[in-house]
């Protein structure tokens, strides 16, 4: 992967303007949050971000209140 702060976008066009590394700027499975950890507590009043937390760990459906 590389950040878009090393590209550049002509037309239809993006270059890369630095190596891409295999495995460079890419999380491992597992590596933040562990099977069986608590992501977000009961009661919780979601927030934008936590809508991001769950759809990174593969949650597309909740039971809310």
């Given at each position: 992967m590389?950040?878009?702060e090393k590209t550049q976008v002509e037309g239809e066009r993006v270059f890369a303007l630095d190596e891409v590394t295999?495995?460079?700027h890419v999380g491992a499975?597992?590596?933040d949050i562990?099977?069986?950890t608590t992501?977000?507590?009961p009661g919780r009043l979601?927030?934008?971000q936590d809508l991001g937390v769950l759809s990174s760990i593969g949650?597309?459906?909740l039971a809310v209140v």
């Open positions: 590389l950040p878009v295999p495995g460079k499975i597992g590596e562990t099977r069986g992501v977000l507590p979601l927030r934008p949650v597309s459906e």
